[in-house]
């Protein structure tokens, strides 16, 4: 125990020095605007500017988590999932030089060998960058718990986002990370800062870790000063909700209205009206019910026999008018390609895939698929450099 403290002391004061730290304690403005100021929308979040609802709304730890939840829904959509990995395919390509995805730089050879050792044989970053790459694309934050003892870093524990909560200071200074099954999170600054002097870190569904025990992954966009990252999935949610609704009444439709029906044409002779209605009855009858004979109750059954997926047409006939005929009318050919290609359009805009990445080139011509490329390979440089970020705190300890 006094080994640990004394790896953990030694590793607090250097972060202590850190460029990062020391600005924050010499900031006096609020990053971060009043949660009970201004008006609130729908879902009880603020309204007003795009800056101030996106990063106040990312604060709300329901706002999180029915972020995250909806990220789950988004996964199990086809072409998500498949753009996900796609994101994380290329962000953890294999370079032909290293044969690997990730490896250290140095000039001193002792110190790239040691994080060579490390990364590859301690954390064996091999084998989880790429899930590490998918979750950090698919929820906009990774959250992994540092393993250190006096032998230096020999492991990362791989958190779930919806657990865990970064703690800051209005003037954005990290006082450190929360973990909480029941994800009420009812912890605030001071809290974790006195569980920390007190060594007092683990309660019955609380767990508090200090700023170096825990390697934050985090996309940044829209907002500068957000305390967690957005999922690349984020511009997609408000359309791939219009999509499925859109498909999902398409099918509807189709099932329903459809399947081709039949029209009996009886002819009923000179029958008076009410007659003529109980013969095409009856006849409807002779062709619904099937006689069966039931051994058990010795009885004859009337099973239900239809000839159609919904009911069909019965229609009487006069003689000398025309005779008796079936026909076959068919349902309404609905189609919504057009609907579907607008909504599934905006939602390719949104992730920044190509559509052809999907299987969804149709007459896209080179050099629009060439600037779709550049776009996608920009965000996912981004994402490469987010997972370096992450490392190099791993490494630095």
């Not at 605007?33 to 709304?57: C, I, K, V, W």
């Not at 026999?305 to 069909?312: I, K, Q, R, S």
């Not at 698929?369 to 550049?374: A, K, N």
Request: charge should be neutral; charged fraction near 30%; proline fraction near 5%.
């Amino acid at each position: 125990m006094g080994a640990a403290n004394n790896i953990s002391g030694r590793i607090r004061k250097w972060f202590s020095a850190d460029k990062e730290k020391m600005s924050s304690e010499i900031a006096r403005g609020d990053n971060y605007a009043s949660l009970n100021s201004g008006s609130r929308g729908f879902g009880g979040y603020p309204t007003g500017t795009g800056y101030q609802d996106l990063a106040q709304s990312l604060e709300l730890d329901f706002g999180l988590l029915q972020t995250y939840a909806e990220y789950e829904e988004m996964d199990d959509y086809p072409e998500l999932a498949s753009a996900l990995d796609v994101y994380a395919d290329d962000g953890t390509l294999i370079d032909m030089n290293h044969n690997r995805a990730i490896w250290p730089v140095a000039k001193d050879r002792i110190v790239r060998n040691i994080l060579d050792d490390l990364l590859k044989n301690r954390l064996r970053i091999e084998e989880d960058i790429w899930p590490l790459c998918r979750n950090l694309v698919k929820y906009g934050n990774a959250f992994a718990e540092i393993l250190a003892t006096k032998e230096g870093v020999i492991g990362l524990n791989f958190l779930p986002p919806a657990t865990m909560r970064r703690v800051e200071r209005k003037s954005g200074e990290l006082v450190g990370f929360v973990q909480d099954d029941t994800a009420r999170f009812n912890i605030d600054a001071d809290a974790v800062e006195s569980a920390i002097k007190n060594k007092n870190m683990k309660s019955a569904d609380t767990t508090v870790f200090e700023p170096w025990e825990i390697s934050h992954w985090r996309i940044r966009s829209k907002s500068i000063r957000s305390p967690y990252g957005h999922s690349v999935l984020e511009p997609a949610r408000w359309i791939w909700r219009r999509l499925v609704m859109a498909e999902d009444t398409a099918l509807v439709y189709k099932l329903t209205r459809a399947p081709a029906r039949y029209a009996f044409y009886v002819d009923v002779g000179d029958l008076p009206p009410q007659q003529a209605v109980s013969y095409v009855n009856e006849i409807k009858q002779q062709y619904r019910k099937k006689k069966l004979y039931n051994p058990s109750t010795g009885k004859i059954d009337f099973r239900e026999n239809p000839l159609g997926p919904n009911e069909d047409f019965w229609v009487p006939m006069r003689a000398g008018q025309e005779s008796t005929r079936i026909d076959v009318i068919a349902g309404p050919d609905y189609q919504a390609v057009d609907d579907l290609e607008y909504f599934r359009g905006k939602m390719f805009s949104a992730i920044k895939v190509p559509r052809a990445y999907l299987g969804f080139g149709g007459d896209t011509s080179r050099a629009n698929l060439s600037q779709e490329d550049v776009r996608f390979a920009r965000t996912v440089m981004r994402v490469q450099r987010e997972l370096r970020n992450g490392l190099k705190k791993v490494c630095r300890i």
